[in-house]
């Protein structure tokens, strides 16, 4: 008698885990994304200052 109680139970605990979960994938890919543009903007500017110093521009 109290074991549809306790699964019951799991059961709620599962979909609340589920939706917790969801959430923090949705946080963790959009910080992905910000490091990813941000990455590519410190690569730039790299590949630039290396051009510049190569052509002389910079000492």
């Given at each position: 008698?109290?074991?549809?109680?306790?699964?019951?139970?799991?059961?709620?605990?599962?979909?609340?885990?589920?939706?917790?979960?969801?959430h923090e994938?949705?946080?963790?890919?959009?910080?992905?994304?910000?490091?990813?543009?941000?990455?590519?903007?410190?690569?730039?500017?790299?590949?630039?200052?290396?051009?510049?110093?190569?052509?002389?521009?910079?000492?």
């Amino acid at each position: 008698m109290v074991a549809p109680i306790i699964w019951g139970g799991l059961a709620v605990a599962g979909v609340l885990g589920a939706g917790w979960a969801a959430h923090e994938a949705g946080d963790a890919a959009e910080s992905g994304a910000k490091l990813a543009k941000w990455v590519t903007v410190a690569g730039g500017l790299y590949v630039s200052y290396r051009a510049l110093k190569a052509s002389g521009a910079l000492k």
